[in-house]
């Protein structure tokens, strides 16, 4: 039985969290096992909104990739690869910008979103482009499964739109193109310290790179329920991100904590002095992971120069067929 491909990305800007490893790379850690898994550095798509800063987009992806084996991501068993080196993908871009409506990318909420978060230098027509370089990322290696968060799955849907137009248009009864499903994971949302979604741009991020005192620091400055005061005073564990962050790093002791915080028992202090430790402990192994990544940066390189080539072999195929079904050849 054959396996499913899968295949996924992240942009290489920095500052890797604890939702990134809750939310993706431990799922990442297990389509090693279970699929035939692609993990794309996608520095193209940083320079959609990055493009005035490419020495920070530089700087990130080996860091990135380092976070990601430390996590578990095992690139014996998966394909680790950089997306500005696999050519194909751009030039897939350019074909499909043909059949793509205008109308289709300024529809996506992420492009007004961003816009109005970001301002109107990020308008880009490379910036319109994203979600139509995403599926180009995503087809060029025939993905079946797409493991992304929430935020991703319109763009998904309008992937699956293309590759539908795509076969209509040019597969003469056949799909050339595949549809790809999203895959959402189990913990698709992890609030950060202010109890917003987890975000490096929202300034509430815990960073998987921290040190110990760092993350120490920041889960004492967390919130917690605003009308629990002192200890004593009954809590609501159901709307405390410190709560919502047990769930993961410890779930056996989730009744206790939210019976003692219920009770009153159990004050926030005490519970995020003693979920800093628990947290720490957590992410030792992955921290200690990291500083051997961090020291190897040759093996780090490997890894992605052996992947990108072995990428580019699988999307010069599907390019071929692509100028085929399109008579460019
Ligand atoms: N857009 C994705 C994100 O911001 C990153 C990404 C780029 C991606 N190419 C991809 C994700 C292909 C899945 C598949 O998280």
Redesign the pocket.
């Known amino acids: 039985m054959s396996k499913p491909r899968v ?5 290489p800007t920095g500052g890797l969290h604890i939702g990134h490893l809750v939310g993706v790379l431990t799922q990442w850690a297990n389509f090693c096992e279970t699929a035939e898994a692609f993990f ?1 550095i ?1 520095d193209l ?1 940083a320079y959609t909104t990055g493009f005035a800063d490419p020495e920070a987009i530089r700087a990130a992806r080996e860091e990135m990739v380092s976070v990601w084996l430390a996590a578990g991501v095992d690139p014996a068993r998966s394909t680790i690869y950089l997306q500005s080196g696999v050519p194909e993908i751009a030039e897939l871009h350019t074909l499909l910008a043909m059949i793509v409506p205008v109308s289709w990318l300024e529809r996506v909420p992420s492009y007004k979103g961003q816009i109005e978060a970001l301002g109107n230098q990020i308008a880009t027509y490379g910036f319109l482009g994203y979600p139509l370089l ?1 599926l180009c ?2 087809a060029v290696m025939r993905g079946e499964r ?1 493991p ?2 929430r935020d ?1 799955v319109a ?1 998904l849907e309008l992937g699956r739109e293309i590759v539908r137009r795509f076969n209509h248009l040019y597969g003469d009864g056949r799909d050339v193109l595949i549809e790809p499903q999203p895959t959402l994971s189990e913990f698709p949302e992890v609030p950060g310290t202010d109890g917003r979604k987890m975000s490096k741009s929202y300034d509430n991020a815990i960073l998987i790179a921290d040190d110990e005192d760092t993350t120490t620091k920041r889960v004492r400055a967390m919130l917690t329920d605003p009308q629990k005061v002192r200890r004593g005073d009954p809590g609501r564990p159901e709307i405390c991100p410190v709560f919502a962050l047990w769930k993961f790093v410890n779930p056996q002791r989730l009744d206790g904590i939210a019976a003692a915080c219920r009770s009153g028992e159990l004050g926030c202090v005490q519970d995020k002095s003693e979920f800093a430790e628990a947290l720490n402990a957590y992410l030792r192994p992955v921290r200690e992971r990291l500083a051997e990544y961090r020291g190897d940066r040759a093996a780090v390189d490997r890894i992605i120069t052996e992947g990108t080539a072995h990428a580019r072999e699988i999307a010069a195929g599907v390019l071929r067929d692509v100028k085929r079904a399109m008579k460019l050849t």
């Open positions: 295949m996924s990305g992240m942009r794309e996608a798509h995403q990322d995503i797409v992304v968060g991703q763009h």
